[in-house]
């Protein structure tokens, strides 16, 4: 499901004081951090992650996570991305 620009940035105030809970680095995407990033959705639906790299490399990597994990970019500012994910099941930020 597509966001609107207000949920859009309601999430992004949200996000603002948010830390990020995984960092991409040198290895880049193992399958390991993507599972991280998976958990780290399920579990918080809105995250911040921390991307270490080249600015191509960390758009490559940005749009790879979005692709993967079916999360929604929520905003993107320098080496941070905000992504936001609803839990089916127990979902925690309302929307509307």
């Known amino acids: 499901m597509p966001l609107r620009n207000a949920q859009i940035r309601r999430l992004r105030g949200?996000?603002?004081?948010?830390?990020?809970?995984?960092?991409v680095a040198d290895k880049g995407l193992t399958d390991?951090?993507?599972?991280?990033?998976?958990?780290?959705?399920?579990?918080?639906?809105?995250?911040?992650?921390?991307?270490?790299?080249?600015?191509?490399?960390?758009?490559?990597?940005?749009?790879?996570?979005?692709?993967?994990?079916?999360a929604e970019l929520v905003q993107q500012i320098g080496q941070v991305i905000a992504l936001f994910r609803r839990n089916p099941d127990r979902p925690r930020i309302p929307l509307d």
């Open 32 to 70: 390991n951090v993507r599972a991280e990033i998976d958990d780290a959705l399920r579990a918080h639906e809105l995250v911040k992650i921390k991307l270490r790299g080249e600015r191509d490399q960390r758009r490559e990597w940005a749009e790879r996570i979005v692709a993967d994990t079916g």
């Open 14 to 23: 949200l996000a603002h004081d948010l830390s990020p809970v995984v960092t």
